[in-house]
């Protein structure tokens, strides 16, 4: 919460003058405490310009004894006088609508942002903060942004008056720093400009009379702004679409009729608050369908299922992923989840972007009118939810619920192609034209453009800026273009975009936390040399395995080599087996800008073509990639096992380590298949074999599941990077053997870091799926093959799994265990202190407890294991942000989301690339149905591990005579090619001809499947 209130006393700081605040901090039961702070007025805050001549006279150096740095620039950019050279000021909400502009290389620069805007921005939009912060960090050079600490200058700062709006003190505030810069600078011919579109705020500037020898503040819109640049027709497009708020103001001043809105006003923040406390109002995040975007879930804590929202009217605007407050609708309006398929892509692609009251014809069918407006008490409301509950155990009939507010929007930038059917070729010029966003559960967004001829084959970014009531579609502006539809630069972009992974080269700043010798650095030779320890006490620490026969197994290339593994047989018949991790955090400190990047990326990402990594190329690939031959430091897990794989005893040690060999999966297989190879190598990486084989079998034995996706992998051609042949991933007894190892390095780390660290302990669950998870597979299992999978334990399931046998079709089994990954809850980071412990259980690995140790190069996880683990083992003290509960969730949160998102890039990547490579083939193929709707099935194709939907109309040329039977899970239509009867049921094993065509209306090239 923001300062609500000073105190009229002022000191001075050399006399102590302080100005005290009194200051609303929100506790943790939402009431607000009062506390006082006091603040020091400054007299050295500088202005940072070069050509200035007075502030570098009064600086002082910060706690770290550092000069600030003087940025703005002596020469700034000139416009026509009476302006001439000049900075730029802006306001809080330029920031947060602009912001994109700001980032723009080609306009904005020497540009003063006042502090008291940058903690406006901070508290409205943390996404935005973090953008401005690093723009004002990392733009020195090229564009110059500076915060200016007015709040803390004796010179800026204001006083609330009385009765007098937070906003408007802070506007206030904002216009005397201004006033300032522009009397400060005067003498060396720099002028200031405000640019605001508040324009109450530009007024009160041109209204005040400044003093004598003062300056008249010159303040401008964006627009006006803009239009002063010499590039504005370039820069026009990239202006927000703040289309409704001028309107707004249009209608209030011209005392106009209003439009009509098209969608329920959202509730006040009271309402809402009231109706969370009562019971009557829920909060959750809506889910879109992915087969029909007019419909979406919320999951609510007190409901065994997620609640429905269907159509557009009850959506209410919310986004796929919002944080949203929903209200329960009367049980005459609960409904079935749709059995039609339904994408945005091809839904009203005849709308005119320039009308806005296009009534359509199918709007009541879809729900946009659907909604009643019974009033419903308090007392009924909650009569309601009980039924709602307990419908849900029932079948059929699902309770519905409609969006009454938006909490929290996940608005982000948004990759997309115009709808060339929305552009008029005629007129050149600016004009309304719609984006079809790349995420088909998003609706489409308007924009203005200038370019939208020379758009049209491109893929575009484009950002939203608001979604009034009165308008169907969201309004946007355009950011940039990444290329041509279907270049591999700009699908690769656009991938990488849509699944908010940053790829761009690493910052000089995080790049200067490198080791100096760079490449050259080495590992010390002795660890007891005084002069290496001189220089790394912790070396005292290390234990040297030099000596061990470690070798490193990985997919063939790999070049980012994280773990290595040795075994030896001990005089008392057991086995000393290590694994050894990359030792990554002893380049990797804490707090540093490394740190902190590697932090914010959370995983490496590996698409088809290009690896995005968490760390610079000089750790990840070479500094600590434990490659063959040379010295690299690690941490090791060594355990004493008995002849049947049981732990006799573990131990964990910082070490230096040098592999004798990196082989490839194939490669060592070769070698332990080999009966000529008879060194000592060869015989350790036997008997990891023969220990791993045993491992499996015990993890199988308690329950841990064999789950399967439809993995492929594309080859590219290494002379031209085209895309060659798609092939199944073939799994050996190596890939199991590293695998197996793997997993016992984390099950023991995490039981070490849990003892350590009882609370904070970074760990990795796996949940149980809720029952119902599994109803809707369950169901067509029996129906269709008298088959069932259980849900009372892991073992249960995994053996219900093995009995899903068809004795006609051995892939039958692989395709049920597809669709039950599908039913299983995600994997997710947390800090111990977070759950119980019999809620730390890995469901899918039947283990009790478990982390991630094991890829400190690509997971920031396991950076996080490791130096707890360092703590642990009294080997360097745990810094306080891994010991803090509330810091350790910020961690687990960003890295489940990036995992997430590091998962859907890399599946669109190789989605992208079989889409290539099927291209030029057209084949038919076998596949099985998974889906049956009303108007189409849905069939994948395991080959190609690749699914479609084959839409209705191209079943049967007789849409109307088809038949759907929802209890059968089958749909029968006249064949469109053979003009028999056909009878098509889920699990059904069909021909298909498959061939990719890029969609007409999004330009995404997809698997069009054709039924034979
Ligand atoms: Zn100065």
Known sequence: ??????????????????????????????????????????????????????????????????????????????????????????????????????????????????????????????????????????????????????????????????????????????????????????????????????????????????????????????????????????????????????????????????????????????????????????????????????????????????????????????????????????ESEWKAPSTIVLDSEHFNVNDNPDDDNNENADTTELGINGTSNIVISDKDRRLLAKHAIEAQKEKKVQPTARVVAITRRSWRQYVGQIAPNSVDLQTGGTQNVFVILMDKCLPKIRIRTRRAHDLLDKRIVISIDSWPTDQKYPLGHFVRDLGGIETAEAETEALLLEHDVEYRPFSKKVLECLPAEGHEWKAPASLTDPASLAKDPLLANRKDLRDKLICSIDPPGCVDIDDALHAKKLPNGNWEVGVHIADVTHFVKQGTALDAEGASRGTSVYLVDKRIDMLPMLLGTDLCSLKPYVDRFAFSVLWELDSNADIVKVDFTKSVIKSREAFSYEQAQLRIDDPNQTDDLTQGMRALLQLSIKLKQKRLDNGALNLASPEVKVHMDSETSDPGEVEIKKLLATNSLVEEFMLLANISVARKIYDAFPQTAMLRRHAAPPSTNFELLNEMLHRRKNMSISLESSKALADSLDRCEDPKDPYFNTLVRIMSTRCMMAAQYFYSGAYSYPDFKHYGLAVDIYTHFTSPIRRYCDVVAHRQLAGAIGYEPLSLSHRDKNKMDMICRNINKKHRNAQFAGRASIEYYVGQVMRNNETVETGYVIKVFNNGIVVLVPKFGVEGLIRLENLTRDTNGANFNEVEFKLNFVHKETGKEREIYVFDKVEVQVKSVLDPVTSKRKAELLLK
């Not at 940072?48 to 740095?69: F, G, H, R, Y």
């Open 1 to 330: 919460m923001s300062a609500s209130a000073i105190a009229p006393r002022r000191k001075r700081l050399s006399d102590g003058l302080t100005v005290t605040q009194k200051v609303f901090i929100r506790s943790r039961n939402g009431g607000a405490t009062k506390i006082i702070r006091e603040h020091y007025l400054r007299t050295d805050i500088p202005c940072l310009s070069m050509a200035c001549t007075k502030c570098p006279e009064i600086v002082v150096p910060d706690a770290e004894n550092n000069l600030p740095k003087f940025i703005l620039s002596n020469d700034p950019p000139e416009f026509p006088q009476p302006i001439g050279k000049h900075y730029v000021v802006l306001d809080t909400n330029i920031v947060l609508q602009a912001i994109d502009l700001l980032e723009n290389p080609d306009c904005f620069f020497d540009v003063i942002i006042p502090q008291i805007v940058l903690d406006e921005v901070r508290n409205k939009s943390y996404p935005v903060y973090t953008r401005l912060r690093t723009l004002c960090r990392d733009s020195d050079d090229k564009k110059r942004f500076i915060v200016f600490h007015n709040e803390f200058n004796e010179n800026t700062f204001v006083e609330r008056e009385k009765d007098e709006s937070i906003n408007d003190r802070n506007d206030r505030a904002i216009r005397k720093t201004c006033q300032w810069y522009a009397n400060h600078l005067k003498e060396y011919g720099i002028n200031v400009i405000l640019v605001t579109n508040d324009r109450l705020n530009r007024e009160a500037a041109e209204t005040t009379t400044p003093n004598k020898d003062e300056e008249k503040l010159i303040t401008k819109s964006l627009m006006q702004y803009v239009d002063l640049l010499p590039n504005s027709e370039e820069i026009k497009d990239l202006i927000p679409n703040l289309e409704p708020t001028n309107n707004q103001e249009l209608i209030k001043s011209n005392n106009n009729v209003s439009k009509e809105p098209i969608f329920p006003e959202y509730y006040s923040t009271a309402r809402i608050m009231g109706g969370l406390k009562n019971g009557v109002l829920y909060q959750g995040n809506v889910q879109i369908s992915e087969y029909n975007f007019l419909e979406g879930t919320v999951s609510l804590p007190s409901f065994s299922k997620p609640v429905l929202i269907v159509g557009q009217k009850n959506l209410n605007r919310a986004f796929n992923g919002d944080q949203v407050i929903v209200e329960l609708l009367p």
